[in-house]
Nanobody, 123 residues
Framework: QVHLVESGGGLVQPGGSLRLSCAASGNIIVINTMGWYRQAPGKERELVATITRGGVTNFADSVNGRSAISRDNVKNTMYLEVNGLKPEDTAVYYC?????????????????WGQGTLVTVSS
């Protein structure tokens, strides 16, 4: 009943920038913490950045200083900006959210993942 859809991936040159979007829809009361994760070929999925509903952010060391995360709580949309892209930033980027909905009249927290969007950093 809750879906996350990422967009904005594609091919970018080293040193360039990207801006990804994650739109949430469905049976949503509120969205708590949201985050971006990524998975490169042959590697484990890793955290990129998170943002609480109140706007407190956290970044992985790999992107700290060159990344920004934001959200629009009216549109239920989250954004990720990464500058100074490196080949090692190449990965499928996934949106994650803790979503509060109602099942049988009881508020329930769900952890929801998007389908991912591919970012390729190459000349």
């Amino acid at each position: 009943q809750v879906h996350l859809v990422e967009s904005g991936g594609g091919l970018v040159q080293p040193g360039g920038s990207l801006r990804l979007s994650c739109a949430a829809s469905g049976n949503i009361i509120v969205i708590n913490t949201m985050g971006w994760y990524r998975q490169a070929p042959g590697k484990e999925r890793e955290l990129v950045a998170t943002i609480t509903r109140g706007g407190v952010t956290n970044f992985a060391d790999s992107v700290n200083g060159r990344s920004a995360i934001s959200r629009d709580n009216v549109k239920n949309t989250m954004y990720l900006e990464v500058n100074g892209l490196k080949p090692e930033d190449t990965a499928v980027y996934y949106c994650n959210a803790g979503v509060v909905n109602v099942k049988a009249g009881i508020p329930t927290v769900l952890e929801v993942w998007g389908q991912g969007t591919l970012v390729t950093v190459s000349s």
